[in-house]
């Protein structure tokens, strides 16, 4: 089930960023499909969790083929696939890395291990794919306020994921006390 949500996440975020036009909060860029990256970090941490480091890396492949064959024949143009496919990739390794060598409960190590990730990942991806330097769809001004959005959003969405991670831990392990 873990591994089908991490899929699932990342497909929807490809998709509801391709149909959806992006939110301007301010001077904010938002993608609609940055709420759901944050939700991928978060899965991915949790089946790392299942099945181990090294097998995380093998699904991290399967997500980023998926993720780059949906962004296509949603018409991204090439500059976007690649940059899309390259922040996927580096940040989901710098999560997975961080994740697995952070020495603190899990939901610090979530929250730590994606707020790494979704920097790495809104940075590459708006400079590679959306500035001048990629497919040109944002000015160099734009920028900043486009990586700051995405960024702030996705902080958010892991405050919020290792609140609940650590509800549920503590739940789960006052029950075991009491049992």
């Known amino acids: ?47 790392q969790n299942r099945y181990g480091r090294k097998k995380t890396y093998y699904f991290i492949g399967i997500a980023l083929l998926l993720s780059a064959v949906i962004s296509y024949f949603l018409g991204d143009t090439l ?6 496919a390259l922040s996927f990739v580096i940040a989901e390794s710098t999560d997975t890395e961080i994740y697995t060598r952070l020495n603190l409960p899990m939901s610090w190590r979530v929250f730590y291990s994606g707020l790494v990730g979704g920097l790495l990942d809104s940075v590459i991806f708006v400079i590679i794919g959306l500035s001048p330097l ?46």
């Open 134 to 179: 990629g497919a040109n769809f944002l000015p160099w001004e734009a920028v900043p306020a486009a990586i700051i959005g995405q960024v702030i959003f996705k902080t958010i969405i892991q405050g919020i994921a290792a609140l609940i991670i650590n509800q549920v831990n503590n739940i789960s392990n006052k029950d075991a006390i009491s049992n």
């Open 79 to 84: 500059i976007i696939v690649l940059a899309s």
């Open 1 to 47: 089930m873990r591994i089908l949500l991490y899929l699932i996440s990342i497909v929807t975020a490809n998709v509801v960023t391709a149909a959806f036009a992006p939110l301007n909060i301010g001077i904010f860029i938002v993608p609609m499909g940055t709420f759901l990256i944050g939700a991928t970090f978060i899965f991915r941490d949790l089946v």
